[in-house]
């Protein structure tokens, strides 16, 4: 399995508020997608009011222009790079500073600036970015669901349990989902075979992580127990207290699903597979907020590799399979 270095992480600027600075990029991405739908799509409604549809949008955007929590031009390049909304937006400032000849962003007419930011978003190049994204969310997706049907593949059971694990600490994510994955490793060795997470951040629950873990079925049983013994280490070890978690593998859940994907498999039937592929695109899903959230979150997903040794089973049981077809 692929360890990830417990101590990646950037030095923390303690002058950032990061939850401030997650929940304003948030509130910049949702306003840049409503001005592209208007652009790309234009009012359903026959009475639609444009003037106060702008007079709204300009509000907005001063509103974001003075309760901007740091220098939007200082943010970090590489989480900015995959945002094609925030790099619409923050190139708008930059092009009407100049053409408005002011001295801060802060001063600029709401009115002149969106006009810009419609210019911009109206580009090739945002097509261009928005493309690429969605082009790396496949290009993932397919990778976790092969990922997914290897490990089926090297293992006649798979054991599929999903946690959603929550926390106040967000700038210590990265530390703390290490910690438990080290838990993991240790307290289930050698059934624990592989995982999946995705680092997200939501206006209402703050930053937390969405995963999948995967054990050998022939040697584990009860992945309700087992989930629930996971989530409890989280939140009494982990996050001393203070997490919480949700236990999708539990009954209760497990209801409420058109396809489930959770729980022993033998083999995957088609409704299985629906399931694994409704969890692997939403887990694979760009989420353009969280690393503003979490300082040196470099990659908001990550899953395991196969193994040599898994190869090696893939390949044996793949040769048995054939001379018993």
């Known amino acids: 399995m692929n360890h990830s270095n417990p101590l990646e992480f950037q030095s923390i600027d303690s002058d950032i508020d990061y939850a401030a600075l997650a929940a304003w990029v948030h509130r910049i991405n949702d306003l840049m997608k409503n001005i592209l739908e208007d652009l790309e799509d234009g009012p359903d409604e026959e009475d639609f009011d444009r003037i106060s549809f702008d007079q709204s949008l300009e509000q907005d955007l001063h509103c974001l222009l003075l309760q901007c929590p740091a220098d939007p031009f200082s943010l970090d390049v590489d989480s900015r790079s995959i945002n094609p909304y925030l790099t619409a937006f923050i190139i708008s400032l930059e092009q ?19 006009g810009r930011v419609r210019d911009n978003l109206d580009s090739s190049e945002v097509d261009k970015a928005r493309e690429n994204l969605k082009r790396n969310e496949r290009k993932t997706r397919v990778s976790l669901l092969r990922y997914i ?20 600490d967000w700038v210590g994510s990265i530390q703390r989902w290490e910690l438990l994955k080290k838990f993991i490793s240790q307290r289930f060795m050698g059934f624990y075979i592989g995982y999946a997470v995705k680092f997200e951040f939501g206006m209402k629950r703050g930053v937390h992580l969405h995963t999948l873990l995967f054990f050998n079925g022939s040697r584990v ?21 203070e997490g919480t978690y949700s236990n999708c593998n539990a009954p209760e859940h497990v209801k409420r699903m058109r396809y489930p994907a959770v729980g022993t498999f033998h083999e995957f039937d088609e409704r299985t597979f629906k399931g694994l592929e409704h969890i692997a695109s939403y887990l694979t899903e760009q989420d353009l907020v969280v690393r503003f959230a979490v300082p040196g979150l470099s990659r908001s997903f990550r899953k395991g590799v196969i193994s040599r040794e898994k190869s090696v089973r893939i390949n044996n049981r793949a040769k048995w399979q054939a001379k018993v077809s």
């Open 221 to 241: 049983r009860k992945d309700v127990t087992i989930a629930k013994a996971i989530g409890e280490y989280w939140k009494s070890s982990v996050t001393d207290g």
């Open 96 to 114: 009407e500073i100049v053409y408005q000849d002011v001295d801060h962003f802060q001063l600029l007419s709401p009115s002149l600036l969106l």
């Open 149 to 168: 049907l290897n490990l089926k593949a090297a293992y006649s059971k798979l054991m599929i349990i999903r946690l959603d694990l929550y926390t106040q």
